[in-house]
């Protein structure tokens, strides 16, 4: 149903934006579809629209929320890395030079 008034703090138009936040409340606390539409004076195939256009809202709002969350884990992951990336280098290269020379190889040591 089409909503017919241009003001946007209308009475019909606040009506109309809290009719799905409120099928929402009622399909969130337990209530099956039909007792939904009873409870809202509408039909099951509206409460049916409206349950799944406010859940591909959600989804949608989540993936964004995802993808943020994910790029902003990579940075961190990234600044990490270029920090620790000279010291780790560093110490790698302490431990691969010898400290010592070893003698050569002699009697049950020998090639």
Do not use: W
């Not at 539409?37 to 929320?65: D, G, W």
Request: glycine residues 2%; charged residues 25%; proline residues 8%.
């Amino acid at each position: 149903m089409p909503i017919r008034s241009r003001n946007l703090t209308s009475d019909t138009r606040i009506k109309a934006a809290r009719r799905p936040l409120k099928i929402i409340e009622l399909r969130v606390a337990g209530m099956s579809m039909p007792l939904i539409a009873a409870k809202m004076k509408c039909s099951l195939p509206v409460v049916h629209r409206i349950i799944t256009r406010e859940l591909a809202k959600l989804t949608e709002k989540l993936a964004e929320t995802t993808a943020q969350a994910r790029q902003l884990a990579l940075q961190r992951c990234e600044e990490h890395y270029h920090q620790a990336r000279p010291k780790a280098c560093a110490a790698i290269g302490k431990r691969t030079r010898p400290r010592h020379s070893h003698p050569p190889a002699e009697g049950c040591n020998a090639p």
